[in-house]
């Protein structure tokens, strides 16, 4: 089924409208009536014209956001070519995230305590990539003998507490990069 330009521009108003209502009320506050309300259209129907069912939007909210942050990640560590500025530029971008995109994360996370079913996924997001970072890092000699498992979990969690720690993020983050590459190395 080919979708139209207006059908597409439709449902991406829709998503985004669903991750600032997501990421204002909470996912237990979010509802069709609400992101109708938010978005400016006149009927819930056309969220169900557009999405199967909540978990389909749910998922379009999810790539979306995903996808924005991974959009800032991937740009900020394209130059990089040796492994601690790949390290030091994926904690301070996730990091700066949290200041550039609070809704998208905040809808993250909000998504991810409330549908299972995309657990995959954002395993991914938070510590699939870096820790497939660290174990190349570690074939290549650059790191040292640590669990990547661990070391990747360790370092999401401390970017995911930066902004309840009452620290500037800038310094939060150079802080918290150097922690861990001191760490790693």
Do not use: W
Request: hydrophobic residues 45%; glycine residues 8%.
């Amino acid at each position: 089924m080919q979708v139209t330009v207006t059908e597409a521009a439709r449902r991406t108003q829709i998503v985004a409208a669903a991750i600032e209502v997501i990421a204002e009320l909470g996912y237990a506050k979010t509802s069709y009536a609400r992101i109708v309300e938010h978005a400016g259209l006149s009927s819930t129907r056309l969220i169900s014209y557009h999405f199967r069912d909540k978990d389909d939007l749910m998922m379009a909210v999810l790539v979306t956001a995903l996808g924005s942050a991974d959009e800032v990640l991937e740009a900020r560590i394209a130059d990089e070519t040796d492994r601690v500025g790949l390290l030091r530029a994926y904690i301070g971008t996730r990091v700066d995230l949290l200041r550039t995109h609070p809704r998208e994360l905040r809808a993250i996370a909000e998504v991810a305590e409330h549908q299972r079913g995309f657990a995959p996924v954002l395993r991914d997001f938070r510590v699939g990539r870096l820790e497939r970072q660290l174990r190349q890092g570690q074939r290549e000699g650059v790191f040292g003998e640590f669990d990547p498992a661990v070391m990747a979990a360790a370092i999401s969690s401390a970017v995911d507490g930066a902004d309840r720690s009452g620290i500037d993020l800038a310094e939060y983050g150079a802080g918290l990069t150097d922690l861990f590459i001191r760490a790693c190395t």
